[in-house]
């Protein structure tokens, strides 16, 4: 079973771009079977899917993001990465990355069966 640990800023100022890094151990992210996903909660809601990459490299993403989001992947590191465009306050939330098999959804937060530790990301001025 693979393991995942996220990486990045705590804060960011509003406009600004967040990146994230999922850093993948335990099996490669180009083979098997595995899925990833990003996915954030913000304070006091429930979990929202950024994107997701199937293991053959095809990444899809949320369109209620409106094109702010990036993901791409770098298989010689076996880590993932995800960047927000101009992010305001309502993109204050932690953040996971996490890895499923594939159940044909995105958002089946229950058959996610490796979760990174989640980074609180607070965008604020």
């Known amino acids: 079973q693979v393991q995942l640990q996220v990486s990045g800023p705590g804060l960011v100022k509003p406009s600004q771009t967040l990146s994230l890094t999922c850093t993948v151990s335990g099996g490669s992210i180009a083979m098997g079977d595995h899925y990833y996903s990003w996915i954030r909660q913000p304070p006091g809601k429930g979990l929202e899917w950024l994107g997701g990459m199937e293991p053959g490299g095809r990444i899809y993403y949320n369109p209620s993001l409106n094109s702010r989001t990036s993901i791409s992947r770098e298989t010689s590191t076996n880590r993932f990465t995800l960047q927000l465009d101009s992010v305001t306050p309502e993109d204050t939330a932690v953040y996971y990355c996490?890895?499923?098999?594939?159940?044909?959804?995105?958002?089946?937060?229950?058959?996610?069966?490796?979760w990174g530790q989640g980074i609180q990301v607070t965008v604020s001025s």
């Open positions: 996490a890895s499923k098999g594939w159940d044909g959804t995105w958002s089946s937060w229950s058959e996610y069966f490796s």
